[in-house]
């Protein structure tokens, strides 16, 4: 397929799985990955373990149900672990997987970068609001 | 608010912004980047510019209104530009401005570090699923 109005591909932006294309498996990742919770709970479990109800009040604003939805996607993509505690009473523990640790030091870089453009970024959108 | 359940912070984590505020402005654009459409939109224009038509070929399974929101919000925060132009007929071409190919920079490590990792996170969901 050549399309005249793509530019010409680069050999440094060939993927060995193509996220452009529909039905491509690693699309579902990403948008696991950086889906409104995703991005949050994997940005917190950066800084270490938490159990749910703490990762819930990190995460401000997620419900008990979709923060429960986001740490089984992320667990079935082995970017999560989930561990029970042999505690009385025995507690849960969710933690990044090693490939979860490398996804989410991507991620809070983007974070990273976006949170100290954000002086750029509001003026962006009152000029944009003000046309 | 000091949350014992909490890891201790760590100065490298502080940021100016706070995306993990429901209020905070960052998340709000952390959530246009790296939603369904931006991610890729953003993903695309960092191959170099595109006018509509073509980069919603590019973006497989985007719908018009939904490319046209996403470029609208992504211009809105200063990451993409809209250029007409004067051609006969007109024609719209949209690239990313020099913040937006920062973003699109961390983005695309991004979505190269989950690609070449597809193996392993295919791995994980089979095991998960055979649960």
Chains 1, 2 share one sequence.
Not at 30 to 37: A, D, F, S
Not at 40 to 68: C, I, N, T
């Amino acid at each position: 397929m050549t399309d005249p109005d793509l530019p010409a591909s680069e050999p440094g932006l060939a993927f060995a799985a193509d996220v452009f294309e529909r039905a491509c498996a690693s699309r579902e990742v990403i948008q696991t990955v950086t889906g409104r919770w995703g991005t949050l709970a994997l940005a917190a479990l950066a800084e270490g373990p938490y159990r749910f109800s703490a990762l819930r009040r990190r995460v401000d604003g997620v419900s008990e149900r979709m923060l429960s939805q986001t740490l089984q996607a992320l667990e079935r993509d082995g970017l999560v672990d989930r561990a029970v505690l042999t505690t009385i009473p025995p507690k849960v523990e969710y933690s990044l997987t090693d490939l979860g640790a490398e996804v989410a030091a991507q991620l809070t870089g983007l974070i990273h970068l976006v949170e100290t453009r954000m002086p750029a970024i509001t003026e962006a959108q009152a000029d944009y609001d003000a046309r």
